[in-house]
């Protein structure tokens, strides 16, 4: 696949403070950080409401919803929780509804009025979680997707039993779905979808059929029905491909199954403003993991009918771009445009992360944003004129921006438009002009102005097989002096490969503050999209299928070549590193080569065979691998890197959360274990029980910098 020109995003607005002294970045630079996410138009167009989250004096993360106007300004604190999220407007613009936690492991809607004020909780739930709620086009009502705590988990039962001297009660489990990195234990408990009405906050179950719990769901637009995407099946866990499209009566919660979708993993239903179509994703087949595109379709929202809007194009809208300024929402992201002729969508490409728009009779997929940055899309004013956003870049992380959407008549939407090899570049196909993005927020400025970053660059790389291989390389800012000044092979610099998890996700455009801080401390760091990574069409994914360790670990190879051909790295200084698949790539990385002086193994995966009953997500037999676990684990055995450890002698750093449900804590121990037993010098750095698979991206500060220490202190002994 051939490589584009690259355009430069445009810089976040320089803050007053710009003039200071530039600095190296350091790891505690993280707790300056702020996090902006979840955009939303106010219906007229004025105002943006996004989420704000900071770290707090007490080693929490606080997060307040916050006010921006469209044409510029200083953003205003609009909410004062701590744990206020989810904010949406309500459809005439008065109100806004948000979650927010007062009460500790309640959280309920609540209500405030656009012109601010004190927020007043609206529903009455019992201990449990929302996970979202939707208003109702007439905003009258809210559907709501809450999960009820089982009685014995409830934070009264725990004091009773502290109370009178009883033990813990043990979890009664009959559901391979019974837990979930990042959400806990939950046994059988679902979320279920309530309905509460506005005016007096009282709730009514309509409808529960979905055995996951994963459902989603939107309201029709006259406030009717609501189109629900679920899959009631016992065994959906094993068998995600068999979800369906519902229409649900609002009043009743009767609900219809749309005929004639295919078979398939679906998600992000939107019903059309004239009420005459569905939208959805959809991977069509029996995906599991994320290797299929996930496609959009149309149906008619009476007879089915689909139509795959994507049937000429290899886009996936799963192609989410990675960071660890925030955790990572793997789920499509699209929306109808007012007018409902077209559907908007989140587009992640080549590394970078666009706006992105089809008619919703088909025809071309249409660009609304260029060049090396990461967006994502909140909503539309009323009016279809404004769209809602987060802005970064590899120097920035996001902000809050706004795009204005030129409409001509009879002309749809002037953008630039998709090719096959990637995202065109605005007017390359003689496409009308578009506004780019207005970023109204620079919650980052002041920091950012204080450090001196690396930008990377990217690299197109051939392969032993032919293929293409898309990296970027990052060089400590000394290199680049001596780099402008033409005597650069008299510095030599060790370097780090990164390797994403996933493996269905990509690296790109987007501030990555271990990647810095690796840099600052004068590491040149190499991270490429090797196949399996999402932006690069499926077949760059199906490579993998059945065959990690393959394709992949010829794509790493390559960058490990072109590192050591490189005027400014130390060869004999490489090192490599990287989390869940990633640790998985580490871990085959030292088990099939002696090129690497050291290794970082992060929450990692080592033995397919274990890690296919202590996960969260169960190997299914026909997702990545025709295997099991009892009686068929020659294929997974054979993929597991420590099947392969026999002659390893990497020193490795081994990093592993107990509270891990992703990839249990025991992958990590078999490293450390095997490792040892052969004498080789490795670390194991065991986080506690309340931190996650996320850990990196949302743990505790205190122990997110504590990681970074340590990495630094690994590599500072093995490759300085």
């Known amino acids: 696949m051939p490589a584009r020109r690259a355009v430069r995003s445009k810089p976040p607005k320089k803050s007053a403070k710009s003039a200071v002294p530039k600095r190296a970045l350091r790891p505690e630079d993280l707790l300056r950080l702020v996090v902006v996410s979840d955009p939303r138009m106010s219906p007229d167009g004025t105002e943006v409401l996004f989420a704000r989250k900071h770290v707090g004096e007490k080693n929490d993360y606080v997060t307040n919803l916050g006010i921006v ?36 492991s309640r959280p309920q809607i609540h209500l405030i009025s656009a012109s601010g004020g004190e927020a007043v909780a609206l529903t009455k739930f019992p201990e449990g979680k929302i996970r979202a709620f939707k208003w109702s086009p007439d905003g009258t009502r809210l559907a709501v997707a809450f999960r009820e705590t089982h009685p014995d988990w409830t934070a009264c039962a725990k004091k009773d039993r502290e109370r009178n001297g009883a033990s813990t009660p043990p979890r009664v489990i009959e559901n391979l779905y019974y837990r979930l990195d990042g959400d806990g234990y939950f046994g059988g408990q679902r979320h279920k979808l309530y309905v509460v009405d506005v005016a007096t906050g009282d709730h009514a179950l309509l409808f529960d059929q979905d055995e996951p719990g994963t459902f989603d769901f939107d309201w029709s637009p006259d406030s009717s029905e609501l189109a629900v995407v679920a899959n009631p099946h016992e065994d959906a866990v094993l068998r995600p491909w068999r979800s369906s499209l519902y229409r649900v009566n609002a009043k009743t919660g009767r609900a219809k199954e749309l005929p004639g979708l295919p078979e398939g993993k679906k998600g992000a239903v939107r019903w059309s403003p004239d009420g005459k179509r569905i939208a959805l994703s959809l991977a069509a087949g029996r995906e599991i993991w994320g290797i299929r595109n996930f496609r959009l379709f149309v149906c008619d929202a009476e007879k089915g009918t689909p139509r795959d809007l994507f049937a000429d194009n290899d886009y996936c809208l799963m192609g989410t771009t990675t960071s660890d300024v925030a955790d990572i929402n793997i789920a499509a992201n699209l929306f109808w445009h007012p007018a409902g002729k077209q559907i908007f969508f989140q587009l992640g490409w080549h590394g970078e992360q666009h706006v992105a728009s089809i008619g919703a009779d088909g025809g071309g997929v249409v660009l609304h944003t260029s060049g090396r940055q990461v967006i994502v899309p909140g909503d539309f004013d009323t009016e279809g004129r404004r769209l809602a956003l987060t802005v970064s870049d590899p120097l ?41 993005p207005r970023t109204l927020t620079d919650v980052n400025g002041p920091l950012l102005a204080e450090l001196e970053l690396a930008m990377p660059e990217p690299v197109w790389l051939d392969t032993t097989s032919g293929t293409k291989l898309h990296a970027w390389i990052m060089r400590p800012p000394a290199t680049r002096t001596l780099e402008a000044s033409g005597s650069l092979e008299k510095s030599k610099h060790p370097a780090v ?9 990509q690296y790109g455009e987007t501030y990555f503050h271990e990647f810095q801080t690796l840099v600052a401390a004068g590491y040149v760091v190499a991270y490429p999209n090797p196949r399996g990574s999402k932006g690069y069409g499926e077949q760059h994914c199906l490579a993998v299928q059945a065959n990690w360790g393959g394709p992949d670990w010829e794509d790493v190879c390559a ?13 004999k200084k490489l090192g490599i590193m990287g989390g869940s698949y990633g640790g998985f790539m580490t871990n085959w990385a030292i088990a099939h080569a002696d090129d690497f002086a050291a290794a970082v193994t992060d929450r990692c995966v080592s033995n397919l065979v274990s890690m296919a009953g202590s996960s969260d997500i169960p190997l299914i037999r026909g997702g990545s691998w025709e295997s099991n676990a009892w009686d068929d684990i020659e294929a997974i055995w054979e993929q597991s890197p420590l099947k392969h450890f026999a002659k390893v002698n990497t020193p490795t750093l081994v990093i592993h959360s107990e509270g891990d449900l992703r990839c249990n804590v025991e992958q990590g121990e078999q490293v450390f274990a095997s490792l040892r037993h052969r004498g080789v010098p490795t670390r194991f750095v065991r986080y506690p029980p309340e931190t996650s698979h996320g850990m990196s991206r949302v743990g505790p500060p205190d122990l997110r910098i504590d990681r970074l220490r340590r990495i630094l202190e690994w590599w500072e002994q093995y490759l300085s």
Do not use: N, Y
């Open 559 to 571: 960058l490990r070549d072109h590192l050591k051909q490189q005027p400014d790295v130390d060869a």
């Open 69 to 104: 106007s469209a044409e510029g300004g200083d953003p205003r604190q609009f909410t004062s929780g701590g744990k206020d999220a989810h904010g949406r407007w309500s459809p005439d613009g008065s109100r806004i509804a948000f979650i927010g936690e007062r009460e500790k």
């Open 396 to 436: 920035a992380p996001p902000e809050v921006a706004v795009l204005a959407i030129q409409r001509e008549r009879g002309a749809g939407f002037p953008a630039c438009r998709a090719d096959d090899t990637g995202m065109a570049d605005s007017g390359r196909q003689g496409c009308l002009p578009h506004e780019e």
């Open 497 to 505: 490969i990164e390797v994403h998890g996933g493996p269905h996700l």
